[in-house]
């Protein structure tokens, strides 16, 4: 039987009209959440929202010209400008440059529409199955086999493709997603890249890995941090038999972005991704700390479902992430070594010389069949000299 493809198939119909947040999201019926989605702004506001975007813009410079420059000179004004939270419309382009990811895909270019066009995945049923339940409530996800999901398929794909060894595992139709609601596929495969290899930060891959090796290592880091900072709730529960397997894996594997609100996500995204992974570890931390005086006498049952279903209070971005910012982490007690970017490219070599031979391969079947001449001179020019 002939596997099929995205492409196969005929978009679904569109969904019909529903009131959506400014995120895209379908509301919910009772929405009286204090996120402030669907609050009007008074001129106030709107005002102090628009010199904010006017700093930022002065920062990053015309497509991001000045950003290396400004970091190098106030870092520190950086860093604070980033947990205050990054300009929704400058959001997907910092995301860019604070990962790394702009680097990668000047280094690489071409490498991306390749993957997509030329090459095959064994994963691709498995891709075409989950997406559909990625941000299903998301208008550009919405419709079954739309602009929406063929873009989430093609990134996942791709990225399978470039990276046989991790593939393609569930929880990373969270991440593209949501970097495609801030960018084009060809710039959130690269940021996926960036993540997984590690760029600025440690890699990411072994979360996605057979035996999820770096989930079973943040796992057990946390529960020591747990003990640590907050003794007498690590202490109940150890006696109620809860470990963070039960509640914290997808915090780690998606960034807080599978099922806690998108205008939290997106600022822990902000620090996590010019931060690193340390901010997931203190967020988590924050979240236990904010709700331990309610879990402290729950028995099992009852301490599952809190874990699992945090209080609307607790999910205040300018309530929680102060909280997490004030917790220090000893670097000995979770030893998260960063890999610089020059390094990423070197072990992206190796790995971009093999891609490159199964696509001259198919390239030439391409020659054979259509009797057209496929360049792919600039890419292997590009191999050569990396």
């Known amino acids: 039987m002939e596997k099929k493809r995205i492409d196969d198939y005929e978009p679904g119909p569109v969904p019909p009209p529903a009131p959506l947040d400014r995120f895209g999201f379908v509301k919910p019926e009772l929405n009286n959440s204090p996120d402030g989605l669907a609050k009007g702004r008074s001129a106030n506001e709107y005002e102090r929202e628009e010199r904010r975007i006017r700093k930022w813009r002065k920062m990053i410079g015309v497509g991001g010209s000045d950003w ?65 339940r990625t941000f299903p409530s998301h208008v550009f996800f919405q419709q079954r086999h739309g602009p929406g999901q063929r873009s989430l398929y093609n990134v996942l794909k791709a990225y399978s493709v470039f990276d046989r060894d991790v593939g393609y595992v569930q929880g990373m139709g969270f ?19 960036a993540l997984l290899k590690g760029a600025v930060h440690a890699p990411m891959e072994g979360l996605y890995q057979v035996g999820l090796p770096l989930v079973q290592q943040y796992l057990f880091q946390f529960d020591q941090l747990v003990r640590e900072y907050l003794p007498k709730l690590g202490e109940h529960f150890t006696q109620e038999m809860i470990n963070p397997s039960m509640y914290a894996s997808q915090w780690f594997i998606t960034v807080f972005s599978y099922s806690f609100p998108f205008h939290l996500a997106l600022r822990i995204w902000d620090v996590f991704l010019y931060e690193g992974v340390k901010i997931v570890f203190k967020v988590g931390l924050a979240l236990l700390k904010y709700c331990h005086d309610d879990m402290i006498n729950l028995p099992f049952e009852k301490l599952i479902h809190a874990l699992r279903n945090f209080p609307e209070d607790a999910m205040d971005p300018n309530t929680l992430l102060p909280m997490a910012y004030s917790i220090k982490i000893v670097k000995h ?14 072990n992206l070599h190796g790995h971009n010389q093999e891609v490159s031979k199964r696509l001259e391969g198919l390239n030439q079947e391409y020659e054979k069949k259509n009797g057209k001449q496929v360049q792919l001179a600039n890419f292997h020019e590009k191999q050569k000299q990396s």
């Not at 991440?175 to 890249?193: G, K, N, Q, R, T």
Request: some cysteine.
């Open 68 to 132: 290396k420059h400004y970091v190098k000179r106030k870092p520190h004004v950086v860093k604070r400008r980033i947990r205050k939270g990054i300009p929704d419309c400058l959001r997907g382009l910092v995301w860019q440059l604070i990962s790394g990811s702009r680097d990668l895909l000047l280094m690489n270019p071409g490498v991306y529409e390749q993957l997509v066009i030329y090459e095959t995945s064994a994963s691709e049923l498995d891709i075409i199955r989950d997406i559909s």
């Open 175 to 193: 991440l593209a997603a949501l970097l495609l609601l801030y960018m084009s596929e060809e710039d959130a495969f690269w940021l996926l890249v």
């Open 333 to 346: 007690k979770t030893p998260l070594l960063n890999s610089p970017l020059n390094q990423l490219a070197k």
